[in-house]
């Protein structure tokens, strides 16, 4: 059984720059969510996605944006890149089961640096 | 609006002894929590969960007690040992919230075990 993946393991952009973050769930997972983790604090909820479709959304701007595909690997994306968009971004995987909460297992994280 | 804390940036503890990290939240509508372990150039490790209908769970050297009317949990390692060193963050989720099982996460207290 192989866990989540996530690609690349670092980037570094400019600001205005789009970027695009990929991650892989874990076998037999249909949910896929992404947080981001900026320097000292915990990881923040970015958005979650099941079968397809956003499944629920964080306080972030529309310039985050995201893909779950077929297989269940996922995309985040984000438009004109601030400074402050530099940041750990941590995908985590899930089975969802009604009336149940799951335990997310997280990829080891995109190093996002926006100069 | 920090709805987890943990306001203890940093824990040392010997090797052998007992490591306990606190958690307090805000929001009554939590009701799972979870501890993750992280270390560096990984993502967090899942540790273990509790239900808000329970006050204890146990796996091992790991325990975790929840006080519903305090709003305060808190994790248990005994015996400490070095490989225990790492970042431990506190998680809540709102199951009975809404569809989305998001996790808020506290900023994180750093555990050393010195041996």
């Known amino acids: 059984e192989t866990g989540v993946t996530q690609s690349p393991t670092h980037l570094i952009k400019t600001r205005g720059q789009q970027v695009t973050l990929r991650c892989s769930s874990q076998?037999?997972?249909?949910?896929v969510s992404w947080y981001q983790q900026a320097l000292g604090q915990g990881p923040q909820f970015i958005f979650q996605?099941?079968?397809?479709?956003?499944?629920g959304r964080g306080n972030f701007p529309p310039r985050f944006s995201g893909l779950q595909f077929p297989n269940y690997s996922s995309e985040l994306n984000v438009n004109a890149l601030e400074l402050d968009d530099s940041a750990l971004y941590l995908c985590?995987?899930?089975?969802?089961?009604?009336?149940?909460?799951?335990?997310?297992?997280f990829g080891p994280g995109t190093r996002l640096t926006v100069l | 609006d920090q709805q987890v804390k943990q306001n203890s940036p940093s824990l040392s503890v010997q090797e052998g002894r007992i490591s306990i990290l606190n958690c307090d939240y805000t929001?009554?509508?939590?009701?799972?929590f979870l501890w993750y372990k992280k270390y560096p150039a990984e993502g967090p490790t899942f540790l273990i969960s509790?239900?808000?209908?329970?006050d204890k769970n146990e796996d091992g050297r790991f325990t975790v007690f929840l006080n519903k009317s305090a709003k305060h949990l808190s994790l248990h390692i005994v015996p400490s040992q070095p490989g225990d060193s790492a970042v431990y963050f506190c998680?809540?989720?709102?199951?009975?919230?809404?569809?989305?099982?998001?996790?808020?996460f506290g900023t994180g207290t750093l555990l050393a075990v010195q041996p």
């Open positions: 985590a995987s899930n089975s969802k089961r009604a009336g149940a909460v799951n335990e997310q297992f």
């Open positions: 076998s037999g997972h249909n949910t």
């Open positions: 996605y099941y079968r397809e479709e956003e499944n």
């Open positions: 929001n009554s509508m939590f009701d799972y």
């Open positions: 509790i239900s808000s209908i329970k």
């Open positions: 998680a809540a989720s709102a199951l009975n919230g809404g569809a989305t099982n998001k996790l808020i």
